[in-house]
């Protein structure tokens, strides 16, 4: 059974930083990129970073550059998204996603940042 389970998202006021985690079970995590999306109320969902299998490559929305970083543990087989200097707008259900030749979502992780 195909499990990602996101966890680390909350309340955090502007400026400051959030750890999100995706634990993966059920496939071979080593096979699959790895993505973090996020979608806000009213808005489609958009794609915030992305990691390769080894973890040699990533990218990022232009929005999140310089703030975000995305890492990934082949052996815990997790990813995560640090957030760093956090705005409001980032405020969204955070999802993650595994790729190969089908993908796989999470259920979300909501992270409000507000003062």
């Known amino acids: 059974q195909v499990q990602l389970v996101e966890s680390g998202g909350g309340l955090v006021q502007p400026g400051g930083s959030l750890r999100l985690s995706c634990a993966a079970s059920g496939f071979t995590f080593t096979n699959y990129a790895m993505y973090w999306y996020r979608q806000a109320p009213g808005k489609e969902r958009e794609m915030v970073a992305g990691?390769?299998?080894?973890?040699?490559?990533?990218n990022y929305d232009d929005s999140v550059k310089g703030r975000f970083t995305i890492s990934r543990d082949n052996v815990k087989n997790t990813v995560y998204l640090q957030m760093n200097s956090l705005k409001p707008e980032d405020t969204a259900v955070y999802y993650c996603?595994?790729?190969?030749?089908?993908?796989?979502w999470g259920q979300g992780t909501q992270v409000t940042v507000s003062s």
């Open positions: 996603y595994a790729r190969r030749n089908i993908g796989y």
């Open positions: 990691i390769s299998t080894p973890g040699s490559h990533t």
